[in-house]
């Protein structure tokens, strides 16, 4: 059965059910004119305005009308995640950037979940988080490493608000893909629960373990970051770099590294607690944060 799609103004309203799914449109006057629709994949009004899609566009009414036939089923996410994960947060953030939604498992990495050979065996051989699996017409997709995910949602999503400067800035796309690799290459793998685990029995304090080796990090970082820099780690708007230094941040001051060294990357941080995505995608607000810690 088919049903009318109108969105009118800013005003966001239910405009009928595909297969039992609930539809919700939003459309403004704004360069992020958009349909918001749960479970349906988000057509931006300048790809409809160029595809074959029924329409009726009223310049004086800014309503718009489509045939639910025409809207095409999202992928449907479900994240296997860690509150005290970096590399979780790092999806997360994004997810709620984009306006994505994302349907959580959990998994407690101090209670070694993540070794549980049902967990291992179907979602993530390496033993760790963030997995993210895709369901889409009918398959099943996974996506093991956070920036691998973040490079995906960024794909297959280029109608969302972006996290990488435009492919017409190659530079600049490069500048960003640096400082993400400063924390996903050098600083994180080394400070990650794995190597804490292995040092411990070994007579190493983990917080000197942490000092040393995020701070060598966070000190690269601040470097590259002082010359590229404008509000965010390149230029004026957050990128993948952002997301991907704020929860490096939060655990360094979590080891209780000197911050004051770096304020270069303090100045980006502040400037992220500002933002709501940053604040949904915290280890401090999820599910499974301990009340206690929240």
Known sequence: MEHDSVATGRQKRAV???????????????????ELIPNVRI????????????????????VLSISSDAIKMAPEYELWTYYRSSCSARVRIAAHWKGIELKYKYIHLLKNEQQASDYVDKYNPSKTVPTLVVREDGKEYLIRQSVSILEYLEEVHPELPRLLPSTADPVARAKVRDLVNIVACDLQPVTNLRILNRIRPLGVAAENWQQEFMGAGLEAYEKVASLTSGKFSVGEEVTMADVVLVPAVDGALRFKVDMAQYPTIMRIYEEA???EAFNRGSWKTQPDTPEELR
Do not use: D, Y
């Open 273 to 275: 607690q500002k933002l």
């Open 43 to 62: 057509i931006s009004v300048p790809a409809l305005k160029a595809s074959g899609v029924h329409k009726a566009i009223s310049p004086s009414s800014e």
């Open 16 to 34: 009928g059910t595909r297969s039992g799914v609930s539809c919700w449109l939003r459309c403004c006057a704004s360069p992020r004119i958009c």
